[in-house]
DNA sequence: TGAGTTAGTTGCTATAAGCAACTCATATGC
DNA sequence: GCATATGAGTTGCTTATAGCAACTAACTCA
């Protein structure tokens, strides 16, 4: 493969402009505190020990992304709420993907607490690529295709 | 809930394991360039754009962490391959998601090339938070329980 | 009114990223 | 066999990002 086509193949994708968002330092841990119920400034520098000034900027960013939602608390006027907007919990796939990549392969233990469905009470599956009828797909059963090739 | 309980939460998840093995700036797109298909220091550098030092630097990092393979060419001694470990191949998941959502809630269009299913030639699903059965579910089906709770 | 809380900001230091030029071992063409 | 090119880095220097400690400003509560 010539390398005009790697670039091709990698200046269409998604990837970079995902990493763009939520690829700084920090930003993954700060979405995992708010996944966790974490709302307020002290909330996350405490509980994540993280630079006050770096979550500061952090909050900032994401807050532009609309990833998080900030909002002034009406009864304490001190206090601020960032909460998940509908674009950061679709990035709950992306948290649980590495958060199950990191148990089986760096950590080795697994984690808690765990996400479970609400009905069966069950833990969640693995993640994993999968086909339309959402079998899952090893990397030998797929394959990267040209969208123009695409029937 | 106090802040005792969330210090426990957060110290006992992978995620900041998984972040120390590949949340470097560059890890993921040098892992993008070797799921499609880059091998040698020359074409990640070229194809990328990234530092010389850099690359150099993280893909030391990649192989001491497991997630690729160094491999020096017996045919031509100059030349190094590397390649993703089983390690390194499970991070699909991870990267496939984060393209989804960037794609969706970043870019706006559609990325290219494809991943589609080898035997249906149909595009893979959406990566999805899903149940044991492979149900898909939303954040209002799911909860946090603690390990030790489950039955 | 005075102490404590919340959400930051400021100034300074340390670590990481980026750039250009260089090395060193091999390969290739004449 | 020698000059030239290639592949995989390294070195030195500059710029950007992260981390730390101390400070501020608005507000709450006794």
Redesign the interface.
């Known amino acids: ?1 010539i ?1 005009r086509e ?5 200046a ?12 700084e ?1 920090w930003s ?2 700060i979405l ?2 708010a996944f ?3 709302s307020h400034f002290e ?1 996350f520098q ?3 020990g993280i630079a006050r000034n770096i979550l500061s900027n952090r909050l900032v960013r994401l807050v532009e ?2 990833i998080l939602q900030r909002d002034p608390d009406p009864a304490d006027r001190r206090k601020v709420t960032y909460t998940l907007t509908d ?1 950061g ?19 080795g ?17 693995p ?8 079998r899952p ?1 090893s ?9 123009a090739q ?1 029937q």
């Open positions: 493969m390398e790697y670039q091709k193949i990698l269409e994708c998604a990837l970079p402009a995902a990493l763009e968002a939520v690829g330092r993954f841990l995992r505190g966790n119920g974490l909330e405490s509980t994540l992304h609309g674009k919990r679709e990035l709950l796939p992306v948290l649980i993907a590495l958060r199950q990549w990191g148990e089986r392969w760096v950590s233990v697994p984690s808690n607490p765990v996400l479970v469905d609400r009905a069966s009470q069950r833990p969640i599956a993640m994993a690529v999968r086909a339309e009828d959402g797909l990397l030998q059963e797929l394959m990267w295709v040209d969208r695409l």
